[in-house]
Structure formats: structure tokens, C-alpha cells
């Protein structure tokens, strides 16, 4: 019985950890799967980071080289607005549309999943001079979101829907 509650316990640290969910050690909270869009030229570079809420500030980190590309003290950071994005998994439905030539059953599956819809979730910081816009992920969103209200003191302001 003990080996099985071990192994539970294991693999239950492994699928929470895999989701993204924040860590915690001495006072800090960290999050992945969150992209911050930053202009670049005419167009907008998405970079994949990490939010780290330590004791008195918000780091964004870029997951890549470990570079820190804004760091906020929790009294700079003015408004929070949460917003979301439905887009149509087009995509997705043409592949298996495309794999249904070898395997036709397939086709059963890519016509309804065409029309179907993902969203994402944004969420946009503001300070006196600068802001972020963070895709956060699905995995994510619920934890990140009351996390940086706690340390913050900024209601995060849902724009239309809060889904």
C-alpha cells in the first residue's frame, strides 16, 4: 500500500508540474506558459517567459536565455485588465482533413473540430510610463491571475466576458 501511495504522489507532482503551475519557494511564485508580445519594427515578437512574484517585485524572464525583460516594484503597477480571444481551430481540422486521404475515418473527427473554438487569454499590465501584454495559458490562467492580485493590490479589470 505504501508503494502505491508513493507512486501516486509521484506521478500527481509530475502532472502538476507538466500543467505549469507555479512553484513556490521562499516567498516566491512563478509562472510559465505565458508569452509576452513585444513590438519589433512593424510587427509584434511573442517570447515565451516566466512571471516570478518575489517579495516586492514582478520579473518577466525570458525563458530562452534567462534575460530579465521588465521588473515592476508591486506599487508601479497601476492597472491589470483581463480580456480573451476566440479563435477557430482551422488548422487543426485541415490536418486531419489532409490525413483523412489515408485513413477517411478520420474525416469524422476533422469536420466538427473545424468549427470549433480555442481561446486565449490575455492579460495586459500597466505602470506611470510602461505595460506588458501576457498570453497566459489555459493551464495557468487561474492560478496567475489571484496570484498577482494578491501581491499586487490591483483588481485585475475583466474586459467583456470572464470566462
Known sequence: MNLISRLTATILLFSIAAAG????????????NIDIMEPNGSRLRETSVRVV??????RIISRSNGSVI???????????EYSYTKNPRWKTGLGLGAASIVFPPLLL????????????????????????VLKVGKS?????????????SVQIKALGDDK
Open 21 to 32: 503551475a507555479p512553484f513556490a519557494s521562499g516567498g516566491v511564485d512563478a509562472f510559465e
Open 53 to 58: 512574484f518575489d517579495e516586492g517585485t514582478m
Open 70 to 80: 521588465k521588473t515592476w516594484s508591486y506599487g508601479d503597477i497601476k492597472v491589470a
Open 109 to 132: 473527427v476533422a469536420i466538427p473540430l473545424g468549427f470549433t473554438k480555442h481561446r486565449r487569454h490575455w492579460v495586459t499590465i500597466r505602470t506611470e510610463n510602461d505595460f506588458a
Open 140 to 152: 495557468v490562467r487561474k492560478l496567475f491571475m489571484p496570484s498577482f492580485e494578491t501581491r499586487t
